[in-house]
């Protein structure tokens, strides 16, 4: 396995970051995970187009985008593999110990890992755990993780593979690594930007896609919603058979089901 490091290619093993990169001292970073076809990979621009707001949020530069570019071609030339997971992150780089960033410029690492297909459907969680709608890295794709680590542990112990927020008012947010759609007599919604979620890419694509309506949504409209589903990178469109101790049976019902037959052929020809 190679990775691209700070301007080259490197074997797994040998590649190497300062244990003072402001990335893993104090969580100073933004990434994107991007889904590979048989080298290809899925979306690009949009997710490159979001790699620069969210590096811009944290008042990093602007990354080097033609660079980005030719590493995820090189790392995708030296691992080939029909799916993959290729994982752009950017960080402060090497700074002082403390909040305060160095001026020694950013770190670029460009990685991918073999994955597989998810199944059609899933179960989720719910968590006590609040998104906050007003964070100065509301709606960043951030390497601020470990509240999405956490949550995500909680899923897994309960059989789930996904946690739901709500955000500090109580409305439907988001998952740890998804957006949320909900299905209310037979017309598609999913929360807002103005929820505190991240503006994912496979979101955009199946609101524009399915006309899916942006609704404010209280948390309780999972007690209700005749069909939900969660869009990723990674999961595309998969619909949900259970949140917390309540079953969807027969999911993915007929307005998920069109969803996923939408994306799966729009996505296609892209």
């Known amino acids: 396995m190679k990775l691209w490091v700070n301007g080259g290619l490197h074997d797994a093993d040998a590649a190497r970051v300062s244990v003072l990169d402001h990335g ?11 889904k590979a076809v048989d080298g290809r990979p899925f979306a690009m621009e949009p997710h490159l187009d ?3 707001r969210s590096a811009r949020g944290l008042g990093l530069p602007d990354p080097d985008l033609d660079e980005v570019r030719r590493a995820c071609a090189a790392v995708l030339e030296a691992n080939p593999m029909p799916l993959g997971r290729l994982r752009i992150t950017y960080t402060g780089g090497l700074s002082p110990l403390g909040s305060d960033r160095g001026d020694a410029g950013p770190t670029l690492v460009v990685a991918l890992g073999e994955t597989s297909h998810r199944p059609d459907t899933t179960a989720v969680i719910t968590v006590p755990w609040t998104r906050n709608e007003r964070s100065a890295l509301a709606g960043l794709k951030t390497t601020s993780y470990a509240e999405n680590v956490v949550a995500l542990a909680r899923a897994h112990e ?8 709500a955000n500090t008012v109580g409305q439907l947010c988001e998952g740890t690594g998804s957006n949320v759609f909900v299905v ?4 598609l919604h ?12 496979t979101r955009a694509l199946t609101v524009e896609w399915t006309g899916a309506l942006e609704t404010e949504l209280p948390m309780d409209v999972l007690e ?4 939900v589903f969660l869009t ?11 949140v917390d101790g309540r079953e969807l049976p027969g999911a993915p019902g007929p307005v998920t ?4 037959r939408i994306f799966a052929e729009r996505a296609a020809q892209m």
């Open 24 to 34: 893993l001292t104090v969580g100073d970073g933004v990434f994107e995970t991007l």
């Open 158 to 165: 309960r059989g789930a593979s996904e946690a739901l927020f």
């Open 190 to 201: 999913t929360p807002p930007l103005a929820s505190g979620c991240l503006a994912g890419i």
């Open 50 to 52: 979001r790699l620069t």
């Open 232 to 242: 990723s990178t990674l999961r595309d469109v998969q619909a949900v058979h259970r």
């Open 224 to 227: 209700r919603a005749d069909e």
């Open 257 to 260: 089901a069109k969803a996923m």
């Open 184 to 187: 209310l007599d037979g017309q």
